[in-house]
């Protein structure tokens, strides 16, 4: 069964700061891959998506993905964070024909004025 | 975009009752809806699959005699906590999908939270 790691558990940064959060899979094959994000008391958001195509995939609010397929990663960047950027990052990957999304533990991102 | 929503957003009950929880695909239709369990500080836990007009498919440790789900429609599913006991205390969510459009993308309800006395 494939499953999702994320391995920053819980990242603080100053405003203006550059953000990477990680997020690898376990998988071989055909891979969809979501980051979403959920906002103190807000329910979760879709951030980003990876289908096919550029690895590198630009989401809402300033954020990016990078799928690198060597590596099992589709780790998440930003380059200056803002204090809104406040909350819990998933990643979330569906398999092949599955229709399930795997989620990763989470991130908690504190960011800092 | 695509807007779900969770009604009620927080329910308190005594314990033994059964508590009913509404999702709804506001502007889609949605072929597929997924009930979730997030306890404090932790991921999404996946507790079954309902496609309308079919009967749901649970994961494996869900009871589906505690937790009954309808997908009646496009745009509604149900979940009922039958008995609910305190440690059935949990934030429900729910998400769809929409088969035509986008088939992978799961769009998430707000949640509910639910406190069994």
């Known amino acids: 069964a494939q499953s999702v790691s994320q391995h920053n558990h819980h990242v603080i940064l100053s405003e203006a700061a550059s953000l990477e959060l990680g997020c690898n899979y376990s998988y071989g094959g055909t891979v969809n891959l979501f980051w979403y994000v959920q906002y103190p008391g807000q329910h979760l958001q879709l951030l980003l998506k990876y289908f096919s195509g550029d690895p590198l995939v630009k989401g809402i609010k300033g954020f990016e993905a990078e799928f690198i397929k060597s590596k099992f990663s589709f780790n998440l960047r930003k380059p200056s964070v803002q204090w809104s950027d406040t909350a819990e990052y998933f990643c979330a990957v569906v398999t092949g024909t599955a229709s399930k999304l795997t989620f990763g533990t989470g991130t908690r991102l504190q960011v800092t004025l | 975009g695509a807007v779900v929503s969770q009604h009620p957003s927080r329910v308190i009950c005594k314990s033994g009752t059964s508590v009913k929880i509404e999702c709804r695909s506001l502007?889609?239709?949605?072929?597929?809806m997924f009930w979730y369990r997030q306890f404090p500080k932790q991921s999404l836990m996946l507790m079954a699959t309902s496609n309308e007009g079919s009967k749901a498919t649970y994961e494996q440790g869900v009871e589906k005699d505690k937790f009954l789900i309808n997908h009646a429609s496009l745009t509604l599913s149900t979940l009922t906590v039958t008995s609910a006991h305190p440690e059935d205390s949990s934030f429900y969510i729910c998400?769809?999908?929409?088969?035509?459009?986008?088939?992978?993308?799961?769009?998430f309800g707000p949640g509910t939270r639910l406190l069994v006395l």
């Open positions: 502007d889609f239709q949605a072929t597929t």
């Open positions: 998400s769809a999908r929409e088969a035509q459009r986008e088939p992978k993308t799961q769009y």
